[in-house]
């Protein structure tokens, strides 16, 4: 069993940045690889991000390429998104996942066996 808990959500200006963290409790974070998804008010939760077991490996959706970027220290079992060059359309609830098959991640939700509780991101613009 894991629990995520993600934190770093708020209200920055469009073109800003923010950081999301995702601490995870147990002592096999680096047997998941984890992904970031969001919700926007009115739409499907939506892949984000993924980073693989080791970190060494990234990938991301193409509306935040070359704006977000993944990381994670397995040594303090945390998960990181940073954001910059925030738009308005950035705006969502953002969601940290653990998926135990894949090593290097996957871009589907039913992929992925453990979430978060969410973070609100709010990008006024």
């Known amino acids: 069993q894991v629990q995520l808990v993600e934190s770093g959500g708020g209200l920055v200006q469009a073109g800003g940045s923010l950081r999301l963290s995702c601490a995870a409790s147990?002592?096999?974070?680096?047997?998941?690889?984890m992904g970031w998804f969001r919700k926007a008010p009115g739409k499907e939760r939506e892949f984000v991000a993924i980073?693989?077991?080791?970190?060494?490996?990234?990938f991301y959706a193409d509306s935040v390429k070359g704006r977000f970027t993944t990381s994670r220290d397995n040594a303090k079992n945390t998960v990181f998104l940073e954001m910059s060059s925030l738009k308005s359309e950035d705006t969502a609830v953002y969601y940290c996942?653990?998926?135990?098959?894949?090593?290097?991640?996957?871009?589907?939700?039913?992929?992925?066996?453990?979430w978060g509780q969410g973070t609100q991101v709010t990008v006024s613009s």
């Open positions: 996942a653990a998926d135990r098959t894949s090593y290097s991640g996957s871009t589907r939700e039913v992929d992925y066996d453990y």
């Open positions: 147990g002592r096999t974070f680096s047997s998941y690889a």
């Open positions: 980073i693989s077991r080791r970190g060494e490996m990234t």
